[in-house]
């Protein structure tokens, strides 16, 4: 065997799947280095797609460059950020400097632009420095890639950060079990629970986003016990081969910072590049408009054709909620008791009931006692213990039937509606009729179907209704909404969340005087929510108003209230919004306002619906109704 041509093939294994230090450069190597820094700028290689995409390279609007990665550690160029040659030619004589501590040499740091570059300028590895990368070869021995999974956990109802959903990909092994995995994430470092102060940050950029590479088992430890969250994955059609540039670019992105924009330089944008870093061809960044959201991921990857078909994963809170409703109360109370340890398990025996009601509550009680531990409200000591009493007692009782708890899966996240809407239609107020066009921008109403969507919650950005009244012969403003966000998460004896609310904007209110006008309002509230008889959801909500505008008594005028509504899916293409609300102004004004509204959508299709609002309100004895039809596409 010519073993300086298998030395040199391990080197050129990246000089990281094996901890074998390459040779050491010699003097001469110097001139080598510049040989091949001229054949880049020869080739022009900075203008080739690998190189543009490993460096998050794309145009700006006057025809220059900029990387969406704004980390100055991510450069080998003062420059590199903007100058894609500078960078280019930085690279390749940085794998030739001096020697590093452990894991800090750029042959180290940048495991994938060394692997094209080695590829195309066909570097021997025999002449690269020595370069010690420990943590690194222990990453990808332990990682061992071999597939690839696009990873969407449903969005958290009682998060502002996560109502959006989320993108990941996992990087499988040879092991059956996807929890030895790893994957590759990006995320904001936020942790504002302030919707108003989540919002202006994130759409102003004032968050960092950061990449990480974790265990996998962490990743499903988080979205589904402790945040109660679906997961869908989507396998991805790479071979080993393009899985391990997948890898190799998620290593050098490593605790790499960019700006985060919550509407479109987000997880799901930023995912994107490492897909394209496997396969080169795919356009996936490209394809991506002014705004980008995890749905938005997963649609332009289908249609690029590179992913399987969905796999659903549901939360341990849905495991819960399903094996709850085969049980009645008491049965449900015994279970919380269990998990509790106010009773002992060897009591279910002597319970009244089938064997099969009794597997079913020591099989809740256990899912409970998890549930415990994951909201660390037992230590590991005192779950061990109580857990086994459970098992031990469950398995005296035999084999359930397993298919009776499972979870029937939602529609998955590619079969909802897209992200932007426009509504077109009118309707009658006051008696006069209008024309109405309505633009929400981003991203789901309560009224919008649910399909896709995460049930009892709203989340809208720059929300816009402009009408028309051929009375006045002039168009006009009627709302303009900037933040508009509902959660109406329904509490029952294990979960028990809290229902809020926040907005901001322009609305057209009835004064004292019943004129209409423009005001600039902020809403606040909190409360409480249930599943309704329907299987609908019952909330209740406690509020603070506050408005600003030039037709009240006052400056500013702010009122207490409270709203009480239910949200029905009476079929698959019909869904109801019932409201009721009261606002009692004490500074400022001295209004009573009272409304109702009764809002229907009708799905169409997938892009479309029908939305039919019928409202009344009395403030201070001056009755207005309004009946409105919008045509809805969303895009």
Known sequence: MNMPLLRRALCTLLLLTLPLPCLPAAAGDLAYRDQLVKEAQDRRLWERRPWQILLHYKKTLTGGTISRISDANFFLSPTGRTDPAAELSATVAAFFGPEAPDGEHPICRFPARLAWLSEELSIDPARLPAAVCSEQHEQIRTIDARSAVLVFPVGHINSPASMFGHTLIRIDGPSKSNLISYAVNYAADATDANGFLYAFKGLS???????????????????????????????LKLSKEEVDRLLLHALELQRIASDYYFLDENCSYNLLFLIEAARPTLHLSDRTGLLVHPTNTIEIAQQSGILEEAVYRPSQGARIVKIASLLDEQGQQSALELAQGKRPPHSIETAAGTEQEKREVLDLAAELVQLRLARKELEQDAYTKLYLKILAERSALGTGSEAAYAVLPPAPPDAGHHTSKVGLGGGVRRGEWYAAVQLQPEFHALLDPDQGYLKGAQIKFFDTLLDYVPETGRPGLRTLHLLDILSTAPRDRFFKPYSWKVAAGWDTEVMKDGRDSLVFRLNSGGGVAGRSPFGGILYGLAELAVEGGRHLRGTAAAAPGMSFGTVEQVRDWWKVHLEGSAFFYVIGDDRVSLKATLAQNFRLAQQQSLSLGLSFADVSGHGVSEQSLLWNFYF
């Not at 950029?205 to 869908?232: A, F, I, N, T």
């Open 205 to 235: 950029g004032l968050y960092k986003g950061y990449y990480s590479l974790m265990p996998y088992y962490q990743k499903v430890k988080e979205y589904s016990d402790l945040e109660h969250r679906d997961m869908w994955e989507y396998r």
